[in-house]
């Protein structure tokens, strides 16, 4: 069946078929639902034998409500079953079992299959989340889930819906992703209902994974970064790993720096109009004087495409905390706070790029008051191909 936007209801539906020495005796038909039916879809059953039939027919129609077709998970299934039973009105009954599975996909959920033919699809979302509704984005929750600030991410889904990444550190014992620390993600739909369950995003499950970034590809896909502890050094490592619309994982993790630096991170990604991705960190000893900001490009697949360019031009001190916004023009605007460039503590600072991380222009200061600090930078893109720069 084709989606149908506009409706409230998925249904599908088919033909039993029965046989009876006397079809000229009055049938009648009674439907049952089995208490393992978790959806609460219905299932009218009606006699349609045809008069001097060889074979009883019933047609059957099976509804569920949009709405709670949309509680299915993406790669989730469900079944709902129903006991069709035939009665002949002289003793005689049968039954017959009906069985609808019904399988989630990002925007498309269908009829899996059913002990006759038949397929629906669930209509688009027409919900909005209600504002001020509090959403628990761990359904796992022992011990700690992104305890602080900076272990959790969020991304917006074409569909309307979002993606939530985080860092759980699991409950007494080995931990969510079986040692330690892991990074999982969540998919939610437009009401905040979670679409299939937790993913873990670290293949590699040794030690501490922790602070991600995530972003969002225009197909529903999605890259998450992260630091990995020990993984290619005896440091902090900086991975990215791509997902599909359908959560599963493009490959294995990628890792995103080039050389290795002490106390890497703060890593942040973005996709680009392009669908390439940007992953920005900062790390310390490469860019001549204590903390500098790095950049690579990839392809939406997670191949680099070219090597690690360095951020910051001003490499004096420490040039740290970079955040990226992509840009209407198919580029993308770094901005992060630079210690001592200004004369007075830290300074807010941005550079432009195309869409093949070249720089665009010069580094420039954004923040014009200059006593004392100005630090926290987060930018945004805006529709004009422009951008607006905050900090703190
Ligand atoms: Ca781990
Ligand atoms: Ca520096
Ligand atoms: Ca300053």
Redesign the pocket.
């Known amino acids: 069946m084709v989606e149908d936007a506009l409706a409230g209801t998925l249904t599908d539906s088919g033909v039993l078929a029965f046989d009876d020495v006397d079809l000229s005796d009055t049938h009648t038909v009674v439907v049952s639902s089995a208490p393992s039916n978790a959806l609460g879809g219905t299932l009218v059953a009606t006699v349609t034998t045809a008069a001097a039939a060889g074979t009883g027919e019933i047609a059957w129609t099976y509804q569920l409500p949009n709405v709670a077709a949309q509680r299915l998970g993406l790669g989730e299934t469900t079944t709902e079953t129903f006991t069709v039973t035939v009665d002949d009105g002289n003793g005689g009954s049968v039954d017959q079992s009906v069985s609808i599975m019904i399988a989630g996909t990002n925007d498309a959920p269908y009829v899996l299959s059913s002990d006759v033919s038949g397929g629906v699809e669930e209509v688009a979302e027409t919900y909005q989340l209600s504002m001020g509704a509090v959403l628990q984005l761990n359904s796992y929750t022992a011990g700690n889930q992104s305890q602080q600030y900076y272990n959790k991410s969020l991304a917006a889904l074409p569909d309307g819906g979002f993606i939530a990444v985080w860092h759980s550190i699991g409950g007494p014992g080995s931990?969510q992703?079986?040692?330690?620390?892991?990074i999982f993600c969540q998919r939610l739909d437009t009401v905040g209902a979670p679409v299939g369950g937790e993913i873990q995003v670290?293949a590699f499950?040794?030690?501490?994974?922790i602070t991600p970034s995530v972003a969002t590809f225009a197909d529903g896909g999605f890259v998450v970064v992260w630091q990995s502890a020990g993984q290619a050094s005896s440091d902090y490592d900086i991975y990215a790993r791509v997902f599909g619309a359908k959560g599963v994982a493009v490959g294995g993790e990628t890792l995103v720096h080039d050389v290795f630096q002490p106390n890497q991170g703060a890593a942040n990604v973005i996709v680009l109009e392009s669908g390439d991705f940007v992953v920005a960190w900062s790390g310390r000893g490469r860019d001549g004087s204590d903390v500098g900001m790095f950049g690579q490009l990839h392809n939406s697949t997670g191949v680099p495409i070219g090597d690690n360019f360095q951020i910051n031009t001003f490499s004096i001190g420490e040039q740290s905390r970079v955040t990226l916004s992509a840009l209407k023009d198919g580029g993308f605007i770094a901005a992060w706070e630079s210690a001592g460039q200004d004369g007075s503590g830290l300074g807010i600072y941005a550079q432009r790029y195309d869409s093949s991380a070249s720089a665009v222009g010069s580094e420039f200061h954004v923040s014009t008051t200059t006593a004392g600090h100005q630090d926290w930078s987060s930018s945004a893109a805006l529709a004009d191909g422009g951008f607006v720069i905050v900090w703190t």
């Open positions: 931990g992703d079986g040692s330690l620390g892991g670290n499950t040794a030690g501490l994974q």
